[in-house]
T-cell receptor, first 113, second 109 residues
Framework: GAGVSQSPSNKVTEKGKDVELRCDPISGHTALYWYRQSLGQGLEFLIYFQGNSAPDKSGLPSDRFSAERTGGSVSTLTIQRTQQEDSAVYLC???????????FGPGTRLTVL | KNEVEQSPQNLTAQEGEFITINCSYSVGISALHWLQQHPGGGIVSLFMLSSGKKKHGRLIATINIQEKHSSLHITASHPRDSAVYICAVSIQGAQKLVFGQGTRLTINP
């Protein structure tokens, strides 16, 4: 596709369950980011992938959060044993080689009951 | 204190007015970004700048590196400009973005 896509668009889960969120970046983009936007809060950085380099995980809020990027393309953000405070919109963005502009996906709205 | 501060947090204006949203930052940056987020919509990148001024249609973004300050201006504002405008900076030496809290702009007809 032409843009960054994310799935699912909405996810409702029960506290304690694990969830997986998927991001398909723009084809050819080497950099991929995950961000979180909690209700009433600003955006916060979670994790950054660049090519084959070790990811920058400095924004992950706890060890329940992990992410991987397979084959330098699709990425999955996994949240284990979800808590109510994990409820937020999770946004993915990708960036090409030449420019610093990031292109954002539509986000996944996660609700933990 | 947040590394990126925006003002005002909320702004309501009448159609046609000239709009200014301000952003100050306290860290070394490689670039500053202005983003737009419509209600229920995704985020669109408006500008990325590291010096000077950029213009796109009715939108103008400026940055003063010495003063660590940027402004986003909208000329001849229109109700469709109503959105949340977010300032973000690329931290020097890192790739992650650090975001301001956003400015909610409402333009009334």
């Amino acid at each position: 596709g032409a843009g960054v896509s994310q799935s699912p668009s909405n996810k409702v889960t029960e506290k304690g369950k694990d969830v997986e969120l998927r991001c398909d970046p723009i084809s050819g983009h080497t950099a991929l980011y995950w961000y979180r936007q909690s209700l009433g809060q600003g955006l916060e950085f979670l994790i950054y992938f660049q090519g084959n380099s070790a990811p920058d995980k400095s924004g992950l809020p706890s060890d329940r959060f992990s992410a991987e990027r397979t084959g330098g393309s699709v990425s999955t953000l996994t949240i284990q044993r979800t808590q109510q405070e994990d409820s937020a919109v999770y946004l993915c963005a990708s960036r090409g080689v030449r420019y610093n502009e990031q292109f954002f996906g539509p986000g996944t709205r996660l609700t933990v009951l | 204190k947040n590394e990126v501060e925006q003002s005002p947090q909320n702004l309501t204006a009448q159609e046609g007015e000239f709009i200014t949203i301000n952003c100050s930052y306290s860290v070394g940056i490689s670039a500053l970004h202005w983003l737009q987020q419509h209600p229920g919509g995704g985020i669109v990148s408006l500008f990325m700048l590291s010096s000077g001024k950029k213009k796109h249609g009715r939108l103008i973004a400026t940055i003063n590196i010495q003063e660590k300050h940027s402004s986003l201006h909208i000329t001849a504002s229109h109700p469709r400009d109503s959105a949340v405008y977010i300032c973000a900076v690329s931290i020097q030496g890192a790739q992650k973005l650090v975001f301001g809290q956003g400015t909610r702009l409402t333009i009334n007809p």
